[in-house]
């Protein structure tokens, strides 16, 4: 068992994030827009952040020329939002294109991304199309994995509409499709040109989806800043409630935090595990369910309980933290519980799926704990402890 990363926290508190901005503590009205930097060499571009921005032309004024955009969207997510897009897009694009796919986190295969280049080919999409993913984190990932390899990649922008998608799975550049046997397991780290965050798009986002994303927001806090920890403990019925000054900083503050730590480690060498706390219990969730049967927020809420029980066996936080994320994470409308995957074997089956976790090494499951608050690790832990608490931490 061995410690392998720790967050650099101090470091990330200094510099308030990715943009160093001196505003990070401050919520900002959400009609300013904000923008935060992505800093990563000649792959840099900004994430804008405002409600009403992609219906804007204006928004995607710095893009590169081009003849063609492809939206990629999916059923749901069209009828509300493509229209807006296609009309922004129009004085800039000769061509703007839409590819519509099923909707759902089972849909995230090989058979729908397919449907992506069978849309390019078909339109003639030469290696200059702007590829826009409109939608939530699925049509994100596989839009994405679709711009990286068409014609050995194609620029794309997303478009983020969930509040998942906003503060987590739009930035960075992770791309990828499940595997029936594993989540994400097939992708690529590929950056996207610009993200647009329209917080009016949060508006018609139904409840299960709004605390789905509030999961990934929570965990920004027990990796990496307590002090947004305290101000969502504060905000969290704000947020619940949509308001857009709330959202809107919750959106920032996650998206500087996450900006710094790709700023560091752009292809997880190292430091970007810590983004994934929860996520290896969760992952197991979500496949061990049968994906889309529990939403991946859901997944990782349940998760990061289960983890931070498991840093508290290992004595590395206390009693105390580990009840005020839960208690945190059953206000933003989370499952505290993990489901049974297995009745004869539950810990069995869990620790089954998580060896197909990525940051597993030779079979060693490697899970991102809480070291201290506001301070992250990835570190192995024996397989009779993570057992105790699967057991202690499901239903049933
Ligand atoms: P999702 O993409 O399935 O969207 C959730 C649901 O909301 C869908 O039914 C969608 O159609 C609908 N929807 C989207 N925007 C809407 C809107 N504005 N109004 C009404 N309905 C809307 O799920 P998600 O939570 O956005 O993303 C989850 C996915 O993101 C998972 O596949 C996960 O693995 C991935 N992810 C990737 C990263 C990364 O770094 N690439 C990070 C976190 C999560
Ligand atoms: N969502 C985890 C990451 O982007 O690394």
């Not at 990363?5 to 900002?28: E, F, K, M, V």
């Not at 201290?372 to 105790?388: F, N």
């Amino acid at each position: 068992m061995s410690t392998v990363i720790t967050s650099p926290n101090s470091a990330l508190q200094r510099d308030g994030g990715a943009s160093a901005s001196s505003t990070s503590s401050i919520s900002l009205p959400a009609s300013v827009v904000q923008t935060v930097a992505i800093n990563l060499a000649d792959r840099s571009y900004p994430i804008t952040i405002a409600p009403g921005l992609l219906a804007t032309p204006a928004t995607y004024a710095a893009l590169p020329k081009a003849t063609a955009a492809l939206i990629v969207t999916n059923t749901t997510v069209a009828p509300l939002y493509a229209d807006a897009l296609r009309s922004a897009l129009a004085p800039k694009y000769a061509q703007v294109h839409t590819v519509v796919l099923p909707d759902g986190e089972e849909h995230k295969n090989w058979q729908t991304l397919n449907l992506i280049f069978d849309a390019l080919l078909q339109h003639g999409c030469d290696r200059k199309t702007v590829l826009f993913a409109l939608g939530g984190g699925v049509v994100g990932d596989m839009t994405g994995f679709a711009a990286a390899s068409y014609m050995r990649g194609v620029p794309f922008v997303q478009v983020p509409t969930t509040l998942l998608a906003q503060v987590d799975s739009s930035v960075g550049g992770k791309t990828a499709i499940n595997h029936p046997l594993g989540k994400n397991m097939i992708g690529a780290f590929y950056q996207p040109q610009l993200v647009v965050c329209d917080l009016s798009t949060l508006d018609t986002l139904p409840v299960r989806e709004l605390s789905a994303g509030l999961a990934e927001v929570i965990k920004y806090g027990p990796i990496a800043d307590m002090d947004f920890m305290g101000w969502l403990e504060e905000h969290m019925d704000a947020l619940l409630a949509r308001d857009r000054t709330a959202l809107a900083h919750a959106v920032r503050r996650s998206c500087e935090i996450k900006a710094w730590v790709v700023g560091q480690d752009e292809r997880e060498a190292g430091l970007r595990a810590i983004l994934n706390f929860g996520h290896t219990f969760g992952h197991a969730i979500e496949a061990g369910m049968g994906y889309g049967a529990w939403l991946h927020g859901e997944g990782v809420g349940a998760g990061m309980v289960m983890a931070a029980e498991l840093s508290r066996r290992l004595g590395l936080v206390d009693d105390a933290f580990a009840a005020r994320l839960k208690t945190l994470v059953q206000r933003a409308g989370l499952p505290l519980r993990g489901p049974v995957l297995d009745a004869a074997d539950n810990a069995g089956r869990y620790l089954e799926l998580m060896r197909v976790d990525k940051k597993a090494e030779a079979g060693e499951i490697r899970f991102v704990l809480i070291d201290g608050p506001g301070r992250a690790c990835v570190r192995a832990a024996p397989d009779a402890l993570v057992r105790e608490v699967i057991d202690a931490c499901c239903a049933g």
